[in-house]
């Protein structure tokens, strides 16, 4: 399979003016495999300073595998993540913890993330006890006062339980812990999927504001493709195990390529503009996939041919026999459908 | 003509150890004959527990006043066996989480089968013809195969189908539904939905929508009431409201959804602070200390919900123009 990294890289680069030469993260060619299934199938990437990265697709396609997969909290079959040059998945233990400084990650579920028995004060201190043990403990508190602060909490909550807060707090808490050693990395893992819409943009916001502070690269991962709109430099779409479509984001809306990329835009509901408007943003050559497609068979589908086959309404015999590749189409978009070239024209 | 489902006054609170809360404040509402009603809100905003009640399914330490009439008679304080002729029946329920509403130990045919079994005196043979059928209708394919198979074995969007057939199997005059798409990916909810809204024109029958998502109501609901802290602040005509909402709460929440058209916003639009815990004591507006249009009056006198139009009602003492 080609590799898209060298390409990509010079479109975000004209693109977006993000000036980097290298990738700070370069994933390639990454597979996980639980039992007998593959949950991630050559997955191939990369992710530049203070760039974000978005990461949709639905669930049981392997977002979150790949967000564990890269902080090595699942192990992979194959593959290589190089973190700065060097490959993650060949270091020793040891030599991965002082690496961890910078590779923070925030959950879908906040209070199942925070440690029940620890103050939020503690949970946040923690990780400046294990990378920064010279601390004295004055100075550690004053640090995460100002870290409860900095994310909308009053300092004087340093000593309450997560279940004193509310599930938009807990995330806040969950963020400073995350943000208190400066990452240069963070993965968001639908991080504001179990909260109220009132309370989605706040946290939003503030992930906005600290990677702006921080300078922080972000990896998004998110089933709901407007939040994803709203921050995203780049957007990765996944399917079945697979990225299907990488595109930068103004490209990725006004012309998807992947006929699951124009299926999962169709499918969105939203509100009727004040004028209006259509309910549903229209597609019209798309249909809704078929009824009854099983939505974890495609995990243990062949891995000949397309995963998305029997969903998509281009299919053809090809189709049925070859994996897509994923290639560039245009500058910086790459689709893996055997036919994208058809819906450029 | 008396509606369907009258609602009159009701509050619902439970008692817990230490404290207790209320979880529904003084709501009433009324749904028609045909009507799809939609209820939105955010957590704890008390939009499940009215239909909770409505369906006499509280919990053991949930206390209820007030009134809940369905075609003309009381569910608060009915007996069981009472409860039992209209539930499942006349009056059925679909829930969030299909997997946990489906038992997982019977097969979808012995779970549909039963329903006609108990509630419709059918036998077990004539009820297995009929929930195949029903099967055809919420358009599950194979439906011969399904009717053999387990819960575990269908998918998310499968199984929902299989509880919104259950739900139509007695022909109801009114299906309540909690969230029915929230489960659910967004590909799969989008055909959930134009599952509900096909059924509805061919059944005929009254459809609460409870959720959280008002892009997922929009396209069903004939009218929608916002709740918030337990109370309904606004009630109007479903396209009237997306196009103005007179409650600054409900034009805070429709602002807040992040669109997938219009001009991508630096900073996505957000409302401050949080809503109130219930067991909070609210004097005036429980929405103030949110609210950008709120003065001293909604800080010490509490809005009621008064007409404002045809169909619209507001409970705000300073409603946005229409």
């Known amino acids: ?345 | 003509m008396a509606p369907l489902l009258s609602v009159d006054d009701l509050t619902v609170g439970f008692s817990q150890p230490n404290r207790s809360i209320s979880a529904v404040r003084q709501v009433s509402l009324a749904v028609g004959a045909r009507e799809c009603v939609a209820i939105v809100g955010e957590s704890g905003s008390g939009k499940t527990q009215v239909f909770m009640a409505a369906m006499g399914l509280l919990a053991g330490n949930a206390t209820a006043q007030g009134s809940v009439r369905f075609e003309g008679g009381e569910i608060l304080g009915a007996s069981p066996s009472q409860l039992n002729g209209i539930r499942g029946s006349k009056l059925t329920m679909i829930f969030q989480d299909p997997m946990t509403s489906l038992t997982p130990h019977l097969k979808i045919g012995t779970q549909l089968a039963e329903v006609l079994v108990c509630h419709a005196g059918k036998s077990w043979s004539e009820a297995r013809i009929a929930a195949r059928r029903m099967l055809e209708r919420v358009r599950v394919p194979d439906p011969a195969r399904r009717l053999n198979q387990y819960p575990h074995e269908l998918s998310g969007g499968l199984r929902q189908r299989v509880t919104i057939g259950m739900s139509l199997l007695c022909e109801p005059s009114l299906v309540i539904a909690d969230e029915p798409t929230t489960a659910l990916d967004v590909t799969v909810q989008a055909q959930i939905i134009d599952l509900l809204r096909a059924v509805r024109e061919e059944v005929g029958m009254a459809l609460v929508l409870i959720s959280h998502d008002l892009g997922v109501v929009a396209g069903l609901a004939d009218r929608i009431l916002v709740m918030y802290a337990g109370r309904i602040v606004e009630s109007a005509d479903s396209a009237e409201l997306f196009q103005h909402a007179r409650h600054p709460y409900t034009a805070a929440l429709l602002k807040c959804i992040p669109s997938l058209s219009g001009p991508r916003l630096e900073r996505l639009p957000t409302l401050p602070g949080q809503p109130p815990q219930p067991e909070d004591v609210l004097e005036g507006c429980a929405f103030a200390p949110r609210c950008p249009r709120a003065a001293e009056r909604c800080r010490v006198e509490r809005p009621i919900l008064q007409d404002a139009g045809d169909v619209r009602r507001v409970a705000c003492h300073f409603p946005l123009s229409p």
């Not at chain 1, 998807?256 to 299926?263: E, F, M, N, Q, S």
């Open chain 1, 1 to 345: 399979m080609p590799l898209p990294v060298v390409a990509v890289n010079a479109g975000v680069v004209m693109n977006t003016g993000l000036a980097m030469a290298d990738p700070m993260l370069r994933v390639a060619d990454l597979r996980v495999e639980f039992g007998a299934r593959a949950a991630l199938i050559d997955v191939t990437f990369d992710l530049f300073a203070g760039e974000t990265l978005g990461l949709v697709g639905e669930s049981g396609s392997g977002k979150s595998t790949l967000a564990r997969a890269i902080l090595r909290l699942v192990p992979s079959s194959k593959g290589s993540v190089l973190w700065r040059g060097r490959d993650l998945l060949q270091c020793e233990q040891a030599a991965m913890r002082p690496l961890r400084r910078d590779l923070q990650i925030v959950f879908q579920d906040p209070l199942a993330s925070l440690n029940p028995r620890m103050t939020v004060g503690e949970t946040i201190a923690e990780p400046l006890r294990i990378f920064e043990p010279g601390l004295d403990a004055r100075a550690r508190r004053s640090r995460v006062a100002g870290m409860l602060e900095r994310v909308g909490l009053a300092a004087d909550m340093i000593g309450r339980y997560p279940h004193e807060f509310s599930g938009g707090q807990c995330q806040r808490i969950g963020i400073a812990r995350a943000m208190i050693l400066g990452p240069k990395l963070l993965i968001c893992d639908e991080p504001v999927s179990s909260l109220d819409v009132s309370i989605q943009g706040q946290i939003v916001n503030l992930l906005l504001d600290l990677q702006r502070d921080v300078g922080t690269a972000m990896l998004f991962i998110s089933h709901n493709l407007a939040v994803v709109r709203h921050l995203s430099h780049r957007i990765l779409v996944m399917y079945s195990g697979r990225l299907v479509e990488i595109a930068l984001r103004d490209a990725l809306f006004a012309a998807p390529l992947h006929p699951y990329t124009r299926a999962l835009l169709a499918a969105v509901p939203s509100a009727p503009a004040r004028d209006g408007a259509a309910r549903r943003l229209q597609t019209p050559s798309m249909p809704s996939p078929p009824v009854g497609v099983d939505p974890a068979a495609p995990l243990s589908a062949p891995e000949s041919g397309c995963a998305f086959r029997d969903r998509c309404a281009y299919a053809v015999a090809v189709c049925g026999t070859t994996v897509p590749p994923l290639e560039e189409v245009a500058a910086g978009h790459w689709v893996a459908c055997h036919r994208a070239r058809e819906f450029t024209a």
